[in-house]
């Protein structure tokens, strides 16, 4: 299972970004997709995520800002940052909580790639 994030960039403060991450390969089934972030220098945090019925968790720091959402027939999670500050900077993770064919019982995680999002003051 492969997951493919996109969507990245350098924004200007208070600008917005919307992160796409697809999921696919011998997937059999997918419960949490969530995105991480790493900043320079800290460990890689919780920005949002959500499940295969729609509920969702976002980081205090990020609530009010960022929406998640889903495409479960798409295996698709989407992630939209609004009023963007400097420090949202930092490299956004994928993740996807799941089962694929090889391995029905037991469930896993996968991550994607990682793209950059860079806010400037």
């Known amino acids: 299972v492969q997951l493919q994030a996109s969507g990245g960039g350098l924004v200007q403060r208070e600008g917005s970004l919307r992160l796409s991450c697809i999921a696919s390969?011998?997937?059999?089934?997918?419960?949490?997709m969530g995105w991480f972030r790493q900043a320079p220098g800290k460990q890689r945090e919780l920005a949002a995520s959500?499940?295969?019925?729609?509920?969702?968790n976002y980081a205090d720091s990020v609530k009010g800002r960022f929406t998640i959402s889903r495409d479960n027939a798409k295996n698709t999670v989407y992630l939209q940052m609004n009023s963007l500050k400097p420090e949202d900077t930092a490299v956004y993770y994928c993740?996807?909580?799941?089962?694929?064919?090889?391995?029905?019982?037991?469930?896993?995680?996968?991550w994607g790639q990682g793209t950059q999002v860079t806010v400037s003051s």
């Open positions: 959500i499940t295969s019925g729609g509920s969702t």
């Open positions: 993740n996807a909580d799941g089962r694929d064919f090889r391995n029905m019982v037991i469930s896993q995680t996968w």
């Open positions: 390969g011998s997937i059999f089934s997918i419960s949490t």
